[in-house]
């Protein structure tokens, strides 16, 4: 069945570096666009990051445009978040979740159309 699973979460200090992984099953990535959300204690959840794996266009919101990478690797089934200069305010469980192509007139960043999301990995920055 449909799995996404995100790994990669840990401790790291402000300023360090963390890459974060989201292994999919069940489908074939070309098919399916993935998002990478994150949700701290007491706020809602944010879109942070958004690929569009037939051609590999990425998006992201503007709190981490320039420290934040999104890329896939469609043969493999995986998804990446590189993320550098990170910052207390990363703190988070982050998700990945696929959305399926013709659903791009929602707004990525909203969470509309994403129909399965992985069970989240957490990142702590702090020294």
């Known amino acids: 069945q449909v799995q996404l699973v995100e790994s990669g979460g840990g401790l790291v200090q402000p300023g360090g570096s963390l890459k974060l992984s989201c292994a999919v099953s069940g489908f074939t990535l070309d098919n399916y666009n993935i998002g990478w959300f994150r949700q701290a204690p007491g706020k809602e959840r944010e879109g942070i990051a958004y690929?569009?794996?037939?051609?590999?266009?990425?998006y992201y919101r503007n709190s981490v445009e320039g420290r934040f990478t999104v890329s896939a690797d469609n043969a493999k089934n995986m998804v990446s978040l590189q993320m550098n200069s990170l910052k207390p305010e990363d703190t988070a469980i982050y998700y990945c979740a696929r959305r399926a192509r013709g659903l791009d007139y929602y707004s990525w960043y909203s969470g509309r159309g994403f129909d399965h999301w992985g069970p989240g990995t957490q990142v702590t920055v702090s020294s």
């Open positions: 690929i569009t794996t037939s051609d590999g266009n990425t």
